[in-house]
């Protein structure tokens, strides 16, 4: 019998499909398997258990769910945990993006790269080290699979601080590629690609069409020359900007990679990101969390003027919808490869992987060992073996070594309690540019998010 943790398993959007893909997988239902939904309020729970119930019976499974509040005992004896959590995520996101560009540092959102996002990778370094700390006692031999973010700074804190087997898991290369594939008008199955670096910053070192070999690369430059600069601005541009000066496509989109760029604003829009009047009051003081916008060319401008939030299952700030049922009542499968990856190990059917996170270990050799990067990888009983890669190009690996460093003071600052460490990775982050306003920044940031940061001395 297979056992499944999944801690964090009350969101709206993502828990169910996420139980959906579980089940849907006959090698992970064929022995018997147990899927154990924990989340801090259990009243989140009750529409992921509903749904995967309803998937349970109509596939015929015979998976046993349970819904618990306690972490421990859902992770006990655990082949798998997922990890996919974040607490009052929009309050905590909309401070990560307004209050270190209150002070000049005008990042693009503070969710993966940007000043804002060593706050978000403190507050959930905190809880999910916890868990994989608890891991160790409970269920040592467990793969732990994370989602949440920042993806790399979380799976390097996890993976210096315990011997949790640990593999960090994002769809951003998948947009890469159906960026690509529209471009070079060349199906997505019929793509070969192998892309690299670190999470929502990675670059394809190669792009093929598998039916012929060719090398699209070539043809790619042609394409990219003759566009319209404002086709597609807001997800291209900063990204043709890139491969035009280092040579090579990146991944997933400009509104990602920018954020560990200081210029990156040139070709990003984001001041309608978490957008609100200051005059009637902040939205963490308020409790009137406006809506996350990732680009402004998916803002919906015909909408009605006013809207119901009452009749919505979504929370204020969310314009996120899964859907979970295909047209013919077939149901739909995520695209995310946590499945694929406990498939693989519980089968040892090796199973090719675009991209996880896991320690570099000698995958791109000019990138330290210890760093947590994105690459391709192999993956069977034995566990996740990433693809050997070529050096990346210097300017890419110099960016990515300055946030290498951000990274080793991040999990230094958690684990030795130390406020000097955190404020020395401020200091160093591309999009700081004043001494006196880091310090206020962070003296702000801490007392904002004293509830559920890590202590700092």
């Known amino acids: 019998m297979i056992k499944i943790a999944y801690i964090g398993a009350g969101s709206i959007q993502f828990g169910p499909i996420i139980v959906q893909d579980i089940l849907l997988s006959n090698a992970l239902c064929r ?45 006990k004896n655990a082949d798998f945990v997922i990890c996919a959590l974040e607490k009052d995520r929009n309050v905590y996101w909309s401070q990560d993006f307004h209050i ?33 700390k608890a891991m160790e006692r409970l269920c040592p031999k467990a793969m732990l699979l994370n989602f949440s973010n920042p993806e790399h700074k979380i799976c390097e804190a996890v993976t210096r601080l315990t011997s949790i087997k640990t593999v960090g898991l994002c769809h951003g290369v998948f947009m890469g590629r159906e960026q690509l594939s529209k471009l070079l008008k060349v199906p997505l199955e019929d793509l070969q690609t192998k892309a690299c670096g670190i999470n929502h910053f990675t670059w394809f070192q190669e792009i093929r069409q598998k039916s012929t070999g060719e090398d699209l690369y070539p043809k790619l430059k042609i394409i990219e020359k003759k566009g319209d600069w404002l086709a597609q601005w807001h997800e291209l541009a900063l990204g043709r900007i890139l491969f035009r000066r280092f040579g090579q496509w990146p991944s997933p989109a400009a509104n ?19 957008f609100y009047d200051p005059y009637e009051g902040h939205p963490w003081e308020n ?25 919505t299952l979504l929370p204020v700030g969310s314009t996120e919808e899964i859907q979970l049922e295909n047209e013919d009542g077939s149901f739909k499968s995520s695209g995310e490869i946590a499945t694929l990856i406990m498939e693989s190990v519980v089968t040892n059917n090796k199973r090719w992987l675009e991209a996880v996170n896991v320690p570099n270990s000698g995958a791109i050799p000019n990138l330290p060992n210890d760093l947590v990067v994105e690459v391709p990888a192999y993956c069977d009983a034995s566990g996740i073996k990433p693809v050997q890669m070529e050096p990346m190009a210097e300017g890419i690996a110099a960016t990515i070594r300055l946030h290498a460093s951000i990274h080793k003071l991040l999990v230094e600052a958690f684990v030795e309690k130390s406020k000097d460490k955190l404020l020395q990775a401020i200091l160093i982050e591309p999009t700081v540019d004043s001494y006196r306003n880091a310090i206020a920044m962070c003296d702000e940031m801490l007392a904002l998010q004293k509830d559920v940061l890590p202590e700092l001395n």
């Not at 920018?258 to 990101?273: C, D, K, N, S, T």
């Open 31 to 75: 022995n018997g398997l147990e899927i154990h939904l924990m989340d801090v309020e259990e009243s989140h729970l009750e529409h992921v258990v509903k749904h995967g119930e309803y998937v349970n019976q109509k596939l015929k499974r015979k998976a046993k769910i349970v819904a618990t509040t306690n972490r421990d005992s859902a992770i």
């Open 100 to 132: 270190p560009r209150k002070y000049g540092f005008r990042q693009v959102y503070g969710e993966n790269g940007g000043v804002g996002s060593l706050f978000h990778a403190l507050r959930n370094i905190k809880v999910i080290v916890d868990l994989a």
């Open 256 to 274: 990602h990679y920018g954020e560990y760029l200081r210029w990156a604003e040139e070709f990003v829009i984001p001041q309608l990101q978490f």
């Open 287 to 311: 409790n009137q969390i406006p809506e996350g916008v990732y680009t402004v060319d998916r803002v919906n401008y015909e909408r009605e003027w006013t809207k119901d939030w009452s009749k």
